[in-house]
């Protein structure tokens, strides 16, 4: 009998896990378990201890001249186990039995727990071993996952673009979410000239794909995770997110200026979300993070953005309206994809159910014995802000769930949602009164923020915002347990890892019992995963940051702008709409 190459192994056991992943935990333990009656009984206590993902991870010989034992410590000189005859039934009776399925819109809640269990084991032994073939399995693990999504908008409209647009002199400065769509986005401005070594990325640490962060490693990036900051739970208090966010994207800015290249750069291209770099680079100066001569090396650049969130653009709005001394340089032309009409009308809804589909997802993984709510259909759910993704929410869960009612302190959006038939509350705490699963939609820190001593035992809470806006004081006033309890996990053993402590479900005290708040009040439809929402479905969103970069070019002029304030530029939308068949 032919001996499988271990990297086949790795990869044909990835995608069985995936597949695995999609199962509903009480369904996938009985699963495994059955399959893994006659097993040896080293495959059975391993999985008994570090459950049926990661089980079945160290498991195997994942890599080509090692194997990982059930203490996860990598040995080269043979298998502990015989994969022919230990965990070849096991394996292929899991994939006679396991189900097909088809990927929706939103990921499973499981999945990128295994994702993250998988990339951490690669990063290690990658670094243990250094054989060339494990650059191999890298590449056919960014295959099975597909990393980098095809977009064949995306890449007709790069093909356009070419035409006038050359970033081969660029720099590029990136806060955004590391998806795979992302890369695909990246991908599309290396086909413009940008150079992948002079591509800087921040990631947010709530939406941080590790494959994708790998990927963009692999190329040549600089990449920020924001994950190693969590790394003990010690930092996750949102209250305080986005102070530490601000404060660590001017350090990881003045890092970029250090590791520029030593040659001819005259731009810097910057993609914001949230308007955080943009408004940072108005202070840059005087933020004493930076030498003279770094300045200066600065001050030589021309520099435009790409805004993508309302959040960043009413940020962006305020910092263009501040007065000007009549010498300054030219504005920065930040180019304002949040008020594109394609991204109001068509991302909203993708995002309204990707969030309504993960949320159904968390409740229905968490712990059998949780004392909460455990499906949205019998549930009332309270919905707080009735904006563009607020009100599409509302669209989404209006016939899924028993009862909805809607708080917003703006009169107007109120009086819009009873002309839509909407029950109105009069007040935050009627909302809490009244409602078993609240989702916060403001989008903004405007004062609408719920508090421990408001809210009834069993109370669910979800963000929809770009931040935890509407929970953060409710891990100010409530208690928060060290260790969550209630998390659908694959191995509760194993310490807690940085993207555990993100994408966790948090127990608070409240009056006579605990509230708990979903993904770590980050927004509760990134929970890891490659893509939250299908990469085809996002990518209308890709090829406006993309034309973005294009039309703020086009208003750049050739003085430099560093340090100055900022001028929102609109996006001709026409050139889209028949690349997109719209």
Same mark, same amino acid.
């Given at each position: ?18 597949? *695995? ?92 727990? *295994?994702?993250?269990? +998988? ?9 243990? #071993? /250094? ?46 979410? #590391? ?12 086909? *413009? ?23 963009? =490693? ?38 970029? $200026? ?8 005259? =731009? ?16 840059? !100066? ?8 770094? +300045? &200066? ?8 953005? $790409? ?38 009308? &068509? ?15 968390? *409740? ?9 709510? =455990? ?58 009164? %009244? ?9 903004? !820190? ?23 806006? @509407? ?9 928060? %347990?060290?260790?969550? &309890? ?24 409240? !009056? ?23 990469? @085809?479905? #996002? ?8 034309? /973005? $970069? ?6 750049? /002029? ?8 900022? %001028? ?10 028949? #690349?997109?068949?719209?």
């Amino acid at each position: 009998m032919t001996e499988i190459p271990a990297v086949d192994r790795s990869v044909n056991l990835v995608r069985l896990l995936r597949r *695995l992943a999609h199962l509903k935990p009480s369904h996938l333990h009985r699963l495994v378990w059955e399959c893994a009656e006659d097993s040896p009984l080293e495959v059975r206590n391993c999985i008994n201890e570090y459950g049926p993902f990661a089980g079945l991870v160290r498991l195997a010989p994942l890599f080509p001249h090692g194997y990982l034992d059930t203490s996860g410590r990598v040995s080269a000189s043979s298998y502990a186990h015989n994969y022919r005859t230990d965990l070849a039934p096991l394996l292929q009776e899991l994939n006679r039995v396991i189900p097909p399925w088809q990927k929706k819109g939103s990921a499973s809640v499981l999945e990128p727990r *295994l994702d993250d269990i +998988i990339i951490s084991e690669v990063s290690k032994v990658r670094e243990e #071993i /250094g054989d060339p073939s494990s650059e191999d399995l890298l590449e056919r693990l960014f295959a099975v996952y597909d990393v980098v999504p095809r977009l064949p908008a995306l890449a007709e409209l790069t093909s356009q673009l070419k035409k006038e647009v050359d970033l081969s002199d660029a720099v590029l400065v990136a806060h955004q979410h #590391i998806l795979g769509s992302v890369v695909s986005q990246f991908e599309a401005l290396w086909e *413009l000239g940008l150079d992948p070594s002079r591509t800087f990325v921040a990631g947010k640490a709530y939406s941080t794909n590790r494959l994708a962060a790998l990927y963009l =490693r692999h190329k040549g990036c600089s990449v920020r995770s924001g994950l190693r900051a969590y790394g003990t739970g010690s930092t996750l208090l949102p209250a305080v997110y986005q102070t530490e966010n601000d404060d660590s994207l001017g350090h990881f800015f003045a890092k970029v $200026v250090r590791d520029l290249p030593d040659q001819h750069l005259s =731009r810097l291209v910057v993609l914001d979300d949230g308007g955080l770099v943009l408004a940072w680079l108005n202070r840059a !100066p005087e933020s004493g993070l930076f030498s003279e001569q770094e +300045i &200066k090396r600065l001050s030589q650049l021309r520099v435009v953005g $790409v805004e993508q969130t309302t959040f960043g653009q009413r940020l962006l709005n305020r910092l263009s309206r501040e007065p000007r001394p009549a010498a300054a340089a030219p504005s920065i032309p930040v180019a304002n994809v949040a008020e594109t009409r394609l991204k109001m009308e &068509k991302e909203s809804s993708l995002i309204a159910h990707s969030v309504v589909e993960e949320l159904d997802a968390w *409740l229905h993984a968490s712990d059998a014995q949780a004392e909460h709510v =455990r499906t949205l259909s019998g549930a009332t759910v309270g919905v707080v802000g009735f904006g563009v993704v607020g009100s599409w929410i509302c669209r989404v869960l209006h016939d899924r769930v028993q009862r909805m009612i809607i708080f917003d302190k703006d009169a107007r959006k109120s009086s819009i949602a009873r002309s839509f038939g909407y029950q109105v509350a009069p007040s935050l705490q009627h909302i809490a009164r %009244e409602c078993s699963v609240i989702v916060g939609c403001t989008g903004a !820190p405007d004062g609408v923020e719920l508090e421990a001593k408001m809210l009834s035992p069993g109370t669910v809470l979800a963000s929809a915002s770009s931040g935890n806006y @509407e929970f953060a004081r409710v891990f100010i006033t409530g208690t928060k %347990e060290r260790r969550p &309890k209630l998390n659908p996990e694959m191995t509760p053993e194993r310490p807690a890892s940085a993207f555990d402590w993100v994408h966790s479900i948090y127990p608070v005290d409240v !009056p006579e019992g605990r509230a708990f708040v979903l993904n770590g009040g980050f927004p509760v439809n990134f929970t890891g995963a490659i893509d939250p929402i299908r990469a @085809e479905e #996002i990518e209308l969103t890709r090829c406006l940051i993309t034309l /973005g $970069v294009a039309s703020a070019l086009r208003q750049l /002029g050739q003085l430099s702008n560093f340090g100055s304030g900022v %001028e929102l530029a609109p996006i001709d939308e026409s050139v889209l709409n028949n #690349i997109l068949g719209l």
